[in-house]
């Protein structure tokens, strides 16, 4: 109830927003306002993860999947930006809305990264225990991106063994305000995007205290937001993959 009651409610109030970021996509760069990407959520379910398009067409047809990197030339003329303020990130309420997405939880990844990591880090394939989040714990943190895939495991597997309404809430807060603002052209729009996500999440936080039933049945939304047994941990750390 939660995720779609706060993923209507951001696409209501980001209409505008969401109006002039593909206006400036489409007039800045050939090709579609939208990118989709192959993703990898809850019990290893693919899903085609929606994002505004921050690079070029075809930007992968000669290195193949890889991370974007600093001063990246593929990225169209408002690419950066775009990723700096996350504002590509907003069509995935659409994949919330859709049932494939939360709005917190482990950052969904793509299958041919995840192919490559399940190798090495066997506790990997855990973070699917749960659905993929537009942010997360590790991302408030920083771990997001070409990061260390060790920390953000780690701060996965904390957020799914601890996670509660209130953790979500106060990661989503803490997702407003822990984004850094690192070039003044993009600092008012950064700040006018803090205080809209605020008074929505204020609103959500009201609405989700208004229905007893769902504070009262912790336990339900439990089941339908986590599927992990107590099994799967134990007091050593995490459990070997089956």
């Not at 192919?115 to 991302?139: C, N, S, V």
């Not at 597997?157 to 989503?172: A, G, N, Q, T």
Request: glycine fraction near 6%.
């Amino acid at each position: 109830m939660l995720d779609v009651v706060g993923a209507f409610g951001a696409l209501v109030v980001f209409s505008p927003v969401l109006c002039l970021v593909a206006a400036l996509v489409k007039l800045t760069s050939p090709g579609p306002v939208f990118f989709r990407q192959l993703r990898m959520g809850l019990d290893g379910q693919a899903f085609e993860m929606l994002k505004f398009r921050s690079m070029k067409v075809d930007a992968e047809c000669e290195t193949g999947p890889v991370w974007t990197q600093p001063n990246d030339d593929r990225r169209t003329p408002i690419g950066a930006f775009l990723r700096r303020t996350s504002l590509d990130e907003l069509p995935q309420f659409w994949n919330v809305l859709r049932g494939e997405m939360s709005i917190v939880g482990p950052r969904p990844e793509r299958p041919e990264f995840i192919a490559r990591f399940r190798e090495t880090l066997p506790q990997y394939m855990l973070r699917h225990k749960m659905k993929a989040g537009i942010t997360g714990w590790a991302q408030i943190n920083g771990w997001r991106g070409n990061t260390s895939l060790e920390k953000r495991i780690e701060h996965d597997l904390y957020y799914i063994e601890h996670w509660s309404i209130w953790f979500d809430i106060k990661i989503m807060l803490l997702s407003v305000f822990c984004s850094s603002i690192s070039t003044v052209p993009a600092f008012t729009l950064n700040i006018c995007i803090k205080i809209t996500i605020l008074n929505l999440i204020s609103t959500i936080a009201s609405i989700t205290l208004s229905f007893k039933g769902i504070l009262n049945s912790t336990l339900t939304i439990l089941i339908y937001k986590i599927r992990i047994s107590p099994d799967d941990f134990s007091d050593s750390g995490v459990r070997k993959l089956k």
